[in-house]
């Protein structure tokens, strides 16, 4: 099997490498395909996904040299690059595990589009982030259309996409488009040690809370407040929650 994408399990955290370091881990039809692939099978090996690329680089986007390739055979000869890439993002919002993108280097259009459709993300203090599809003359074909007016506001969406604007960590941190500013001599430490935080925790719960939380964004709010009070309910009902309370108790009367 290619080593495109590569993955590895520890302590409860499963990280996806993207690995076309020379193409600056640009997204091809079988990037595409193998990301998402790996999502899947790795909700079920981990606790919580970190997508990262490999090189000191995230993602710079399509790969334009396997995509005039494609151009000259057709429409439909096209279409599995962004089929693939879509459902691979759109993927990350269906797992029961928290998907985290750590990003550093350059994160530009594509690798924009995939940090838009984390539920997490983790920024390098140098990185740069950018929808650059307007300075080629291109459009966004990964999501970045709908997900960052839906994330940012349709102004600033819209004015960054028109432009192609490059983004600091402090622009992206700013906009609400990153949970957290890592230096860069704790990159690699910190992204490790959040996502085993993470990890630790009840994973029935996590999932429940990422459900809430994407389902609820889509309904008004009376409905999410009740999807959220039926959840909380069952939650309660169920034996983690109630070796939770448990503990808590525990150690509070032992004090």
């Known amino acids: 099997m290619s080593d495109i994408v590569l993955t590895e399990v520890s302590d409860g955290v499963a990280t ?12 091809s039809v079988e990037l595409g395909a193998r990301l998402h692939a790996e999502l899947l ?15 000191g680089n995230f993602c710079v986007g399509g790969d334009f040299w396997e995509l005039e390739q494609l151009r ?17 993002c759109d993927a990350i919002a ?48 990964g999501g970045g ?15 960054h996409i028109l432009t192609g604007d490059r983004l600091s960590a402090d622009e992206v941190m700013a906009w609400g488009l990153a949970y957290r500013k890592l230096a860069a001599a704790e990159f690699d430490t910190a992204v490790t040690a959040f996502a085993r935080r993470l990890a630790s925790k009840d994973r029935a ?14 309904l008004p709010l009376t409905e999410g407040l009740d999807l959220e009070f039926d959840a909380v309910l069952d939650h ?18 032992s004090k």
């Open 236 to 253: 309660l009902s169920g034996a983690t929650a109630g070796a939770g309370i448990a503990s808590f108790t525990t150690d509070r009367g």
């Open 72 to 88: 000259a055979q057709g429409r439909a000869a096209m279409a599995p690059l962004f089929t693939n890439f879509r459902a691979a």
């Open 16 to 27: 996806i490498t993207l690995n076309r370091p020379e193409q600056m881990n640009a997204i």
């Open 205 to 218: 719960a996590l999932a429940k809370i990422k459900h809430l939380v994407g389902t609820g964004l889509s």
């Open 94 to 141: 269906t797992l029961p595990v928290p998907v985290v993108c750590a990003v550093e280097g350059y994160a530009m259009a594509g690798g924009f589009e995939l940090m838009q459709a984390a539920d997490i993300v983790l920024i390098h203090e140098t990185a740069v982030v950018a929808d650059t599809h307007s300075r080629f003359g291109q459009i966004p074909g």
């Open 145 to 159: 259309s709908q997900r960052l007016p839906r994330l940012v506001g349709r102004q600033r969406a819209l004015a």
């Open 41 to 55: 099978t790795l909700a079920a090996a981990g606790d919580v996904i970190v997508i990262r690329g490999s090189g």
